[in-house]
């Protein structure tokens, strides 16, 4: 963004933090390490939390949100399915959305 404001010919002034001002080669020296802090400290913060994600699914935890149905409740909804019984009916008997019990049938 601030690439920009430069390439139209503007700066940024900030009125409150006088370090932020873009239209002195001081004030975009500072913008400039800054900017590339905040680059280096995303990709490290990425870095971990992907390899924090490894770690734990080689531990065997289980990512995204828990299931509405217990596994006993899961197999008891397919055999309904099975039987040919709504996926509407049996979505309303255990409180959940139909499509939680249509995702169970694929």
């Known amino acids: 963004m601030l690439a920009q404001i430069t390439a139209k010919g503007a700066g940024l002034r900030s009125l409150h933090e006088a370090w932020v001002d873009t239209t002195t080669p001081h004030g975009r ?4 390490i800054f900017g590339g ?3 280096f400290e995303r990709e490290l913060i990425l ?24 596994h006993f409740q899961q197999q008891e909804a397919r055999k309904r399915l099975a039987t040919g019984e709504s996926p ?5 008997s255990y409180g ?7 995702r169970l049938a694929a």
Do not use: F, N, W, Y
């Open 29 to 32: 020296l500072v913008v400039t």
């Open 47 to 70: 870095a971990r939390t992907s390899e924090g994600r490894k770690r734990a699914q080689a531990a065997g935890v289980k990512m995204g949100r828990p299931s509405k149905l217990d």
């Open 88 to 92: 509407r009916v049996i979505a309303r």
């Open 96 to 102: 959940v959305h139909r499509s939680t019990i249509e």
């Open 37 to 39: 802090m905040a680059e």
